[in-house]
């Protein structure tokens, strides 16, 4: 079993930066990649970032200029850095990994961080 923590939201005016990151514990032989997620009110979960155990990263367009995703493989953590944030980034912003155990491929979720920006 993994467990994803993720940290470092809160409430911030328009323009303000952030930076979210996730610590992945647990029994595992490896994570393959890690990610972003967010969930605003009334609408589905969507993709904010991606990378790969390779570090091919993948974002979503209206955050591609303004967020970095970034990883510490020792550390098995991946921290999301949010620059020139906009009241439309408000959301429950989740880390997921891809994890894989001995045997299986298996996807895990963290509980989700608020991230509440002012106009």
């Known amino acids: 079993q993994v467990q994803l923590v993720e940290s470092g939201g809160g409430l911030v005016q328009a323009g303000e930066s952030l930076t979210l990151s996730c610590a992945a514990a647990?029994?595992?032989?490896?994570?393959?990649?890690m990610g972003w997620y967010r969930q605003a009110p009334g609408k589905q979960r969507d993709l904010v970032a991606i990378i790969s155990s390779g570090g091919r990263t993948n974002y979503e367009s209206s955050v591609r200029d303004r967020f970095t995703i970034s990883r510490d493989y020792a550390k098995n953590t991946v921290a999301l850095q949010m620059n020139r944030l906009k009241p439309e980034d408000t959301a429950v912003y989740y880390c997921?990994?891809?994890?894989?155990?001995?045997?299986?491929?298996?996807?895990?979720w963290g509980r989700g961080t608020q991230v509440t920006v002012s106009s």
């Open positions: 997921t990994a891809e994890v894989m155990h001995t045997d299986i491929l298996k996807d895990y």
């Open positions: 647990g029994s595992f032989f490896a994570i393959n990649t």
